[in-house]
């Protein structure tokens, strides 16, 4: 059986599994934010020793089906503001109003576009309306507008403005600032979700270009066959060339959902809520009677899109967001160190504090058994940075300064999610990511939550979730008032097209489903259509209840609970467990390229699948 290769790439760090059959490998490796290709092969190097004894990237790709890749780093930049300055040319003087009408979109608004809006008439001769884009432009970009959406009164207006900024800007000098059309971009009947897109698609897009393109190119040099695809946060994946930037946004998330989805399922569990608590920021969403909840308009950060999306968040928590100190307050994020430098901890010359140098102080993790002991982690460097950006600034010590950024953090994880609890008590909360089993039982604790799953593949999980995703593309036709004969030629046209595309990705229509739907929406009636490939699927253990045993410690680890007080814990390696294998905490539980902190008055039971399940007794 050809493999499947899943990779999540993260601010911090990139995850791969390459699946085959039944059989699953994973690793992780550092993110190289400077180069994301060059941790795209990184981590398929590592795999291909794993699976030959030896590395042997050259077979790993020829026995490859199709690599599907995920990224964060869309996420991250939006979180974090880092992308290009946006310009806006309209010829509707409400429109800035309209873009900016509740709060949360006028803050993002001002981020993203600020002042650098470009008003031009909404009539007026050709000529006019040319010298009034070429001076819009020159403008705009003079003002640092790297990159600029056009949103005119109406289709026929935004053709205009396109056919004479053709005509009468230098193109040399347009192709190097991108402009994008937002009637063309996205098909919508609300003009306010319309021109959104296409501000937060130009925003994105350089962040996943420049990636894409380049991981493209460096495969074409080892004569892979299919290219590579992109996992998209409507939970289906496509060739670059057949993607937007917009629908990789919170795509990683949305393999976390699929798995969570799975896990479900195994389970039994009607109320399931994921955090994925990656480097930078942490991702939330719901899985309510075994079904993802999907948004037809999908919203990123409080701004409705024009594109269907899994209803996730992301928030500025994670294992490199930076723990400081203002106004005499302990702050976590939305800042982050990412890869590079990374925690001070790395060695690579972080000078922030993160909770991952406060768990390796706090006894948490062991610099010796990190990511599987692939990565030293140096103690005297977090506690000289904890000391000079926390301890010291609020007159602490150390140990005090310790325990106040661990619940600190707590906090802030817990408030991530705390609304989305369940209030019949049923919720289990589902977590990964390489920081979700670390702090998962205390946020949880906080947020009013009494059982934790964190799967096996925890520290891949999202990874793992890809390995659910189809090869699909989908079509939208507005059909209000058409005849039947008008409808069958619609239907024709959609087809020819969703053949082409799937031709392209490297299949034949007739080996696709097709799934066609009529959609009402703001009065306009729309004919869908979704053209889906399958490709194979994993399957988890069904988790049935095997018989309760005592878990096996395999060492002892001196964890600190209180500013003064330090237990000696007893160390269990997941994969070492039998199934039914239960302990009192407080304990560690080390899993692959995972820590798990299970704190007193918690149980921990290892699942006949492999998985560790928590459950808190206070």
């Known amino acids: 059986m050809e493999r499947l290769i899943n990779i999540d790439n993260g601010g911090t760090l990139t995850d791969i599994v390459v699946a085959s059959g039944t059989d699953f490998t994973f690793t992780k490796t550092l993110t190289t934010p400077v180069d994301l290709s060059q941790c795209l092969f990184d981590a398929m190097t590592k795999a291909s020793v794993q699976i030959y004894g030896e590395a ?14 995920s990224s964060t780093q869309g996420t991250n930049a939006l979180v974090q503001r880092k992308g290009p300055l946006i310009g806006l040319i309209t010829d509707d003087p409400a429109l800035p109003e309209l873009l900016g009408k509740s709060e949360e979109t006028a803050a993002l608004f001002t981020d993203l576009i600020g002042n650098r809006v470009g008003l031009v008439s909404a009539d007026g001769a050709p000529e006019e309306l040319a010298q009034q884009l070429v001076a819009e432009i020159n403008r705009l970009t003079t003002a640092g507008a790297e990159r600029l959406v056009v949103a005119a009164g109406s289709s026929e207006r935004e053709h205009l403005f396109k056919r004479t900024m053709l005509k009468n800007f230098p193109r040399h000098l347009l192709g190097s600032v991108p402009i994008l059309f937002s009637r063309e971009f996205a098909s919508d009947t609300s003009r306010h979700r319309q021109v959104w897109s296409g501000i937060l698609n130009s925003f994105l897009h350089p962040t996943v270009e420049r990636f894409l393109y380049s991981a493209e ?3 074409r040099a080892y004569k892979v ?10 939970g289906a994946s496509s060739r670059v060339a057949k993607s937007v930037a917009l ?7 949305r393999g976390g959902l699929e798995g969570t989805r799975a896990l479900a399922e195994a389970y039994g569990l009607d109320n399931v809520l994921m955090i994925d608590v990656g480097g930078t920021t942490t991702d ?3 899985v309510s009677n075994r079904e993802i909840a999907v948004d037809r308009r999908g919203s990123i950060q409080g701004v409705d899109i024009s594109y269907e999306m899994s209803d996730v968040r992301s928030t500025g928590v994670g294992g490199s967001s930076i723990i400081a100190v203002h106004d005499g307050e302990i702050t976590v994020g939305p800042e982050s160190v990412g890869a590079a430098p990374g925690p001070a901890c790395f060695g690579f010359g972080g000078t922030s504090a993160t909770i991952t140098d406060v768990n390796l102080l706090l006894g948490v993790l062991d ?7 692939e990565m030293a982690l140096d103690a005297e460097r977090s506690r000289v940075v904890i000391m000079k950006t926390v301890a010291d600034p609020l007159g602490i010590s150390l140990e005090e300064a310790l325990i106040r950024m661990e619940a ?25 990511g390489g920081g979700g089993p670390m702090s998962a039982c205390s946020a949880a604790r906080i947020a009013g939550v009494r059982t934790v799953l964190v799967p096996r593949l925890a520290a891949v999980f999202s990874a793992y ?20 004969a008008e409808l069958s030629a619609v239907r024709i046209a959609m087809e020819a097209d969703a053949g082409k595309d799937m031709f392209q990705e490297g299949h034949d229509l007739s080996e696709c489903e097709l799934d066609w739907t009529t959609i009402v929406e703001d009065g306009e009636e729309i004919l869908s259509l979704k053209a889906t490939f399958q490709l194979p699927h994993p399957t988890i253990d069904s988790g049935a209840a095997a018989a309760a045993s005592a878990a096996v410690a395999s060492d002892t680890r001196q964890v600190r609970s209180t500013a003064t007080q330090i237990d000696s814990t007893p160390v269990y390696l997941l994969d070492d467990q039998k199934p039914g294998a239960t302990a009192a905490g407080p304990a560690i539980v080390e899993g692959p390229f995972f820590t798990a902190r299970v704190p007193l008055g918690w149980t921990l039971t290892v699942s006949a699948a492999g998985d560790l399940q928590l459950t808190d007794t206070f």
């Open 217 to 219: 190119h460096r495969l």
């Open 408 to 432: 600190s953090y707590s906090s802030h994880l817990a408030q991530s999610f705390a609304d989305l609890v369940s209030p019949t008590g049923d919720t289990t909360l589902a977590a990964f």
């Open 367 to 373: 610099p010796a058994t990190y990511l599987n002991g």
């Open 56 to 69: 042997n990237l050259p077979d790993l790709l020829h026995s490859t089906q199709h690599i599907r890749y």
């Open 247 to 253: 629908k990789t946004y919170s795509s990683g998330p």
């Open 284 to 286: 939330v969403g719901t």
């Open 225 to 234: 066959k299919n290219p590579l695809l992109i996992y998209r946060n409507d």
């Open 465 to 484: 979730g890809i390995s659910f995703s189809d090869i699909a593309q989908s079509y939208e036709t507005h059909v209000t008032g058409f005849s039947d």
